[in-house]
């Protein structure tokens, strides 16, 4: 039998390679970028039971407006 060795980083060290600091990237963040990050947090939010199913309704209403909205205008544009 061959031994199979795992020559994958571990966790931690990809995360370390992947991670940089917030306040860096969000001097490039733009209006998409900003959706995505409220969306996250939205999710995370309604994950964790944190939002009552009127609020998740309207957060989940809210976020597919505004990329409905985000989408309209990129496919303008092109």
Known sequence: ????SN????NTEAE???LSSPFEE??????????NVLI????AAQG?????????VLVASAAEFLTQRTTDTT???A
């Open 1 to 4: 039998m061959q031994k199979v």
């Open 7 to 10: 020559t994958q980083p571990s």
């Open 16 to 18: 370390a390679q992947v």
């Open 26 to 35: 969000v001097k490039n963040m733009n209006q998409v970028m900003a959706v």
């Open 40 to 43: 996250q947090a939205a999710n």
């Open 48 to 56: 964790a039971g944190a939002l009552s199913v009127r609020d998740s």
């Open 75 to 77: 496919n303008e544009k």
